[in-house]
């Protein structure tokens, strides 16, 4: 089973903010894998698959996170 919860979640916060925020975690999560991928491999690629390689906001707040 796994738990989560909000740190500094206060009323004025949506919906919207916390997906916001759990995107940006995976987001952030994602390019620390990548940097540590990077350390032994040339990758010059990251790879957009599935429902949410259509969302533009999503692959914005990607590239934003990852720089690129």
Known sequence: TLT???EG???A???RDMVNA?????ALQERLLIQL???GTNATDIV??????RNA????????????
């Open 22 to 26: 759990v995107l940006q975690g995976v």
């Open 48 to 53: 957009l698959a599935g429902g949410a390689a």
């Open 4 to 6: 989560a919860s909000f």
């Open 57 to 68: 906001a999503w692959n914005q707040l990607r590239a934003d996170i990852h720089q690129k």
């Open 13 to 15: 916060h949506t919906a």
């Open 9 to 11: 979640l206060l009323q």
């Open 37 to 39: 991928s990077e350390r």
